[in-house]
């Protein structure tokens, strides 16, 4: 009883305090890469749940929606892991998500494969084949070689060497869910160097894939009315899903990618309903983002408010550090929002460095700049947390450093155009 007291007092003198944002952004962040979420991808519904999640927050901010619901719901062809995902080289087992990861486009496949070691030369000159249908080429740890790295990068679309599969051996190994589909007659798995045997004869494999042709994905969008000029809108955009789980075990929580770009745009809808700005505020929470785009680029064919009205985009994805600053795609293409993104942050000394960088078709500001829409992507820069991709980009390592600093920057900038276009 005294607790449920207490708790309700001491967050009111947080809020009198201002210092309610990163406690609610912290929550929204612990809560999207906690379990019940799988991730935020396409096992176990964890994206779908996500979504309802986020529709839940914008209904108890008091946002409104642009349709029936906050929801807008579409196909996507995706392959899924949902089954079991086994990798070994002769008696050494790698765990999946930490030792492997099987490429979104592998097809089911089980069975005990012979190993083949072709010298680099035949590797980088495309001439060499696979002696039998079984047999899987290994591309040693490319660090050394830029061309046999991009020749590696190159299996995503076609495997010049035949045979089941090629296995690349990684100093550090990512996970990525783009380019699952169509899928391929081919395996590619990335395994960590350090646990290679001495040149092994086989490998046993185990990827049990489920291809979904219409899976449903659905955007997350509500919005707050301007309280001067209601048909002009800020958009605040950031993808809420990740790559979730490759296999029944591995976990992708994605805290830095994308839960805090997540908790911004909410922090932002938190404090614009409480504060009613001029022009109507957008917030859009992108599915599949991960899986190329897709949210991002359905909402621009589809659009829920008319394009023409939206003033400026301004898409956070991955802004869970920032010690040395942020970093701003299209800054180069907007030299005069740029200059006032600049100079905003210059005044009130709010972070070490904010660099302009040109346009980058890498998070969802893309297809909205495609429609000729002034566009921003900003994400923070660090060497305070590196987990990108992989099972260590948790939650409870953010260092959110510059999270107070980063949202005065985009509260300010967006109250500015609001100001400009009078
Ligand atoms: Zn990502």
Same mark, same amino acid.
């Given at each position: 009883m005294i607790r449920t007291l207490l708790i309700p007092l001491f967050l009111l003198i947080i809020q009198a305090l201002g210092a309610q944002d990163i406690r609610y952004a912290r929550h929204l962040i612990d809560t999207l890469c906690?379990? !019940?979420?799988?991730?935020?991808?396409?096992?176990?519904?964890g994206m779908a749940n996500a979504a309802v999640l986020l529709a839940q927050e914008m209904e108890r901010h008091g946002l409104r929606t642009?349709?029936?619901?906050y929801l807008q719901a579409f196909p996507i062809a995706v392959n899924t892991f949902p089954g079991l995902m086994e990798f070994r080289a002769d008696s050494t087992f790698f765990t999946p998500g930490l030792h492997f990861v099987a490429a979104p486009f592998s097809p089911t496949t089980e069975g005990e494969y012979r190993l083949v070691f072709p010298d680099t030369t035949r590797l980088l000159n495309g001439t060499y084949r696979a002696p039998d249908p079984r047999s899987v080429v290994v591309i040693p740890e490319?660090?050394?070689?830029r061309n046999l790295r991009r020749m590696g990068d190159s299996l995503r679309y076609?495997?010049?060497?035949?045979?089941?599969g090629v296995v690349r051996l990684k100093e550090k190994i990512s996970w990525h869910v783009s380019?699952?589909?169509?899928?391929?007659?081919y395996f590619l798995i990335d395994a960590v160097d350090s646990l290679w045997p001495e040149r092994p004869d086989s490998i046993g494999v185990v990827i049990r894939s489920v291809a979904e042709p219409f899976y449903m994905v659905e955007n997350v969008f509500g919005y707050i009315p301007g !309280?001067?000029?209601?048909?002009r809108f800020i958009l605040f955009t950031a993808h809420y899903?990740?790559?979730?789980?490759?296999?029944?075990?591995?976990?992708?929580?994605?805290a830095n990618d994308n839960a805090s770009g997540t908790a911004m745009i909410f922090d932002l809808a938190r404090h614009y309903a409480a504060h009613p700005p001029e022009y109507s505020v957008g917030i859009l929470a992108c599915a599949s983002e991960e899986a190329g785009l897709l949210g991002s680029r359905y909402f621009t064919e589809?659009?829920?408010?008319?394009?023409?009205?939206?003033e400026f985009v301004l898409n956070l994805d991955?802004?869970?550090?920032g010690s040395e600053g942020i970093r701003v795609v299209n800054g180069t293409v907007n030299p005069e929002a740029f200059a006032l993104l600049d100079s905003i942050n210059r005044t009130g000394q709010l972070l070490p460095e904010v660099l302009a960088r040109g346009e980058a078709?890498?998070?969802?500001h893309h297809p909205f700049h495609e429609k000729g829409i002034p566009s921003f992507f900003i994400f923070t820069t660090g060497k305070e947390y590196r987990e990108?991709?992989?099972?260590?980009?948790r939650a409870q390592d953010l260092?959110?450093?510059?999270w107070e600093e980063v949202f005065q920057l985009l509260q300010r900038f967006a109250d500015a155009i609001m100001k400009d276009g009078h």
């Open positions: 906690s379990n !019940t979420y799988y991730g935020r991808g396409y096992v176990n519904d642009a349709g029936p619901s490319p660090g050394q070689s076609r495997n010049p060497y035949g045979g089941a380019g699952s589909w169509p899928l391929k007659d !309280t001067r000029y209601p048909d899903d990740h790559l979730g789980m490759m296999g029944p075990y591995a976990i992708f929580p994605g589809h659009p829920l408010i008319p394009l023409d009205k939206i991955m802004v869970g550090t078709a890498n998070s969802d990108y991709h992989n099972l260590s980009d260092p959110m450093t510059a």
